[in-house]
């Protein structure tokens, strides 16, 4: 491959990675409620073949894994349940009392 080649495989591969990281940590959608249970999903994401095969093998054979993490920040503490592979956050506790009211509120 030439150096033009390389330059824009390496600022492509840049540009998706930074869109990952982005989806996984920040972006409002990467965790969204499903409105008939109030319940939070969050997107799995995936950087390479391997990790895409196994989590789909995961998903089909039921067998997916997980890590608690818990996080205290100014308004609560929040708790996330984490895809092992991906370690993308698949369900989410909010810490926040105006969120929470308003799930208790609206759901029950």
């Not at 930074?18 to 969204?32: C, D, F, S, V, Y």
Request: aromatic share 12%; net charge positive; hydrophobic share 40%.
């Amino acid at each position: 491959m030439g150096k033009a080649t390389n330059r824009l495989y390496k600022e492509v591969k840049q540009h998706y990675n930074e869109r990952a990281k982005t989806l996984k940590e920040m972006h409002p959608l990467g965790i969204q409620v499903y409105l008939d249970s109030g319940v939070a999903n969050g997107v799995l994401v995936v950087r390479n073949i391997e990790d895409c095969s196994k989590l789909i093998r995961a998903i089909i054979t039921n067998s997916m894994e997980f890590i608690i993490e818990r996080e205290k920040k100014d308004n609560g503490e929040y708790i996330y349940l984490k895809e092992t592979i991906s370690k993308s956050i698949f369900r989410l506790i909010t810490g926040d009392v105006i969120l929470t009211n308003t799930f208790w509120n609206f759901y029950f």
